[in-house]
């Protein structure tokens, strides 16, 4: 029997829940005082992910930097092997909203992409 | 003098949501002016996601949310002017600005929607004794460096205060290789959204020590170290309570404030509680024909009510350009005042006027404290009309009540609307 | 080179000096150990031209202050910065203080201060109606004023510039010493400079060269002033100076408009032990809104839009020390210049360039150019001169700093006139860009931009205020850009 506990983010209540697990199953969850605890709790203990939002290097482009997002969310426990990406990564201007910038960051299967539009000076 | 029959000041979201709500009203004389490089305002630094679910029913980044109302404004074909600073609005509403181009120029528009955001308080404001050294941000000036500019203020950073910019910033900066030592809040509660405090502190550890502040500055030069102490009920600090954390970048998150130089020079009545102007139930000020919408009317924390609101400042400049609004009567024969009180800081609008109202009137107002377990209570004069339980109120979170215009107009000898917050 | 006359400090006594010795054919270096003119006391204190009256009489401080008060019309206008004669009330708000006006306006009567009267509450309350209800009476002084203290010092440095002055920052004076060859050999952390003569400007750091060099010891002591400075919006709160009654701790905490629109409270006086600390205190802060509250009411202290703090340079007797330090040939002091010493620096200029000029038998430049010009500030001109202007050069057309309404053409004057600034706080100081309601949230990355483009630098070496001052550690990202 395990123990874990979480502040709920669903609303401003924050309620603090408590999770009971037993080999990786959720036995219960407490705390919560709405259906969407319970939700967020299971998820979040067994299958924590998260939407990685940075920036990315860029040649050429009338800005220095692209600001960029994963295209779906990423395993939590893999923020910082897509940030080692991200960080080495360089991409050429134009580019557009929703252009890939990397596929496949840090092995996820999720691809990064462009959140803005930088133009190409020449 | 060139005559255009909407002037919108400021291209960021609520700028371009009136401005593409006005085009689709029919009008077809709009003009943006922009001071920065680029349309879309604070939104292209706001990269990380959480915009958007209530307009566009999908989770954005602040630059794509931006995007998509960039993409609509030039599909309108609406006119826009960027590096563009609006120097003076008259009270006959001769818009004076200057650019490389143009020089200084003037414009006489029919109607006028005040749009220019907000802007952070500075530490100055904050009277944080210590020096004054290099190292110190506002979070957002932080964040324009690290996220448009891509440049690290430093290593290792403090932050005061927890409104959701500072906690973005935290997770901003960590992901970018920094250590974030604690964030400190002078409130016993956070400002921020708890998602923000889970996703953005909590991943990564940072602590947040609530009712504590910044009492010493070091460094001469740079930033070296800032003491941290807890305060207490009074938000005074208590001796005895000191932390010294080494630092070399401290950012302050504490509070946004209207920006309303412009709308004070036209003479816009302001309110002292939002630091925005007085608004009518048309999101009209005491000039009439001059709108204000967005941060600048009053602090949100969702872009995408500031798009809703914006949206109806547009829709009613045009009904103002077309004689269609109706004009305010001089007496206040017929206008409902509200009346924000028991916990209830603002509303916005301050005024109803029945007959110029939409059928349901969404009324967003602030509480100033934290409520559990209480009720929203709206009063027709000193009928209650309105009763709803509510687990939480927090001074952070916008809330908002609906007005229906049949009920005001089935009571025509009412003047005031309260709200307030009852424990019962 | 060995110089005839070098300075030590480009603060604003130092540049008074330095201008008045620029009349002259002889050859002057400033040292400064800072990377601008004005970074010291002349950059942090009440900002007032005072009338003189309360100063001992006979006193070098008496005589300084009347004569740099009378000399501050035509200073100003030919150096062309703002100057206000918006006169000053002495306030007394208990009635057994009242002689203590009378003592202040014979006092001044005796320096020669001209315009002084002695006003019922009425008066006082006419002139000045949000002067606190207690008020008993009140000491008048029509040729009290109000001046930028940046654009004195600055304005005088480049004007001593024009005229041929060398200026050394970043040059800190760490040795003194007389040599055989009749010279004073100084030597710095930039290398060894030699002179005929010394001007011991240091302001906090006067008694340290003094020391050096003179067996007779003077002591400077930092005393810590605290002010508040707030937004254009409430700086009509109060049309003149308004000071409490003196105490042995100098002229109290005082409410004044500025010359740019700003209302300044402060200062307080607390003794240091730190010639760096120039830090705000809690209890300081407090004790200014305090004490400023006495004397006038309704104070609007929410309208805060910075602190700061500076030192006095305090000497022990409360007396500027100005001449030839008598077992020290060469060697001339100006030390112990604290308030008045913002409206002294042109009469303590005048004072030593005579003692100079007669010493080494000096004669007066043929081509010395007695004015500058301001940064040009398009907010002065019609429209249509603003147009002419930015046609021409179209980096007036655009706003940089919002608060201010700074243009870019005028941080491009400020960088690239003589002395120009080359940091935040230099554009800050000659431009105002970053010193309004939000300071510098909004401009300092644009004008960090401006900085690195104008002067070459890459941004990571722009900085606030020199030395180690950088405001960007590095750039984002493992690329190589």
Sequence with gaps: MEQRFLTCIGCPMGCQLTVEMDKGEVISVSGNTCKRGDIYARKEVTNPTRIVTSTIAVKGGDKARVSCKTASDIPKDKIFAVMKDINHAVCEAPVKIGTVLIPDVAGTGVSVIATRNIAKVS | MKSIDIVIVGGGPAGLAAAVAARKAGCDSILILERDGELGGILNQCIHNGFGLHTFKEELTGPEYAGRFIDQAMELNIDYKLNTMVMDISRDKVVTAMNRTDGMFQIQAKAVILAMGCRERPRGALNIPGYRPAGIFSAGTAQRLVNIEGYMP???????????????????????????????????????????????????????????????????????????????????????????????????????????????????????????????????????????????????????????????????????????????????????????????????PSTIDPDRMEENLTVRFRVGDVYKDSYVSVYFGDERVQHRKRQILAPGEMEQIIVKKQDLLARPDMDTITIKIEKD | MTYDVIIIGAGVTGAAVARELSRYETNVCVL????????????????????????????????????????????????????????????????????????????????????????????????????????????????????????????????????????????????????????????????????????????????????MVSEQKINIIERRGEYYLLDRTVGDHVSHTIFPQPTKYGKGILVAPTVHGNLLVGPTAIDQEDKEATNTTPRGLSEIAEKASENVRNLPLRSVITSFSGLRAHENHHEFILGEVSDAPHFIDCAGIESPGLTSSPAIGEYIGNLLRDKMSLTEKANWISTRKDVLDPKKLSIEERNELIRKNPAYGQIICRCESVTEGEILDAIHRPLGARSLDGVKRRTRAGMGRCQAGFCSPRVMDILARELNLPLTEITKSGGKSNIVLERSKEVTE
């Design chain 3, 32 to 211: 400064e150990k800072e990377e601008d003119v004005c970074c010291g006391t002349s950059k942090a204190n009440s900002a007032i031209i005072h009338a003189g009256y309360d100063c001992e009489p006979g006193s070098n401080m008496a005589r300084m202050n009347v004569r740099g008060n009378a000399m501050m019309d035509d200073l100003c206008r030919d150096l062309d910065i703002p100057f206000k004669r918006n006169g000053s009330l002495v306030v007394c708000i208990h009635e057994e203080l009242l002689p203590g006006l009378k003592e202040l306006y014979d006092r001044g009567v005796k320096n020669g201060v001209p315009g002084m009267k002695l006003l019922t509450r009425e008066e006082a309350l006419a002139m000045e109606p949000n002067i606190s209800d207690d008020v008993k009476g009140a000491l008048y002084a029509e040729t009290a004023g109000i001046i930028c203290p940046f654009k004195l010092n600055i304005a005088m440095a480049e004007n001593a510039n024009q005229n041929g002055v060398d200026f050394r920052f970043n040059t800190c004076v760490e040795k003194l010493t007389r040599e055989d060859d009749g010279l004073w050999h100084i030597r710095t952390n930039n290398g060894e400079y030699t002179a005929k003569y010394v001007v011991n400007a240091a302001g906090v750091y006067a008694d340290v060269f003094h020391n």
């Design chain 2, 154 to 348: 430093g290593r290792e950073v403090v932050i005061l205060g927890s409104g959701d910019i500072g906690l973005i910033m935290a997770r901003r900066m960590t992901l970018e290789g920094a250590k974030v030592k604690v964030v400190a809040e002078l409130m016993p509660y956070s400002g921020g959204l708890k998602r923000n405090i889970v996703q953005c502190l909590d991943d990564y550890g940072i602590p947040l020590k609530l009712s504590h502040t910044v009492v010493d500055i070091e460094g001469k030069e740079h930033i070296t170290a800032v003491t941290i102490a807890e305060v207490g009920p009074d938000r005074k600090p208590i001796p005895g309570t000191e932390e010294r954390y080494t630092c070399d970048t401290l950012l302050l998150s504490c509070g946004l404030i209207p920006e309303n130089e412009l709308s004070q020079s036209a003479g816009v009545e302001m309110s002292r509680i939002t630091s925005g102007p007085v608004v009518n139930e048309s999101l009209e000020t005491n000039i009439p024909g001059v709108f204000a919408c967005g941060n600048v009317l009053h602090v949100h924390d969702l872009v995408d009510y500031v798009s809703e609101e914006a949206a109806r400042a547009g829709q009613n400049a045009v009904k103002y350009v077309k004689g269609e609004l109706g004009t305010v009567s001089d007496s206040t024969k017929g206008r409902i005042n509200l009346v924000a009180t028991d916990g209830v800081r603002y509303t916005v």
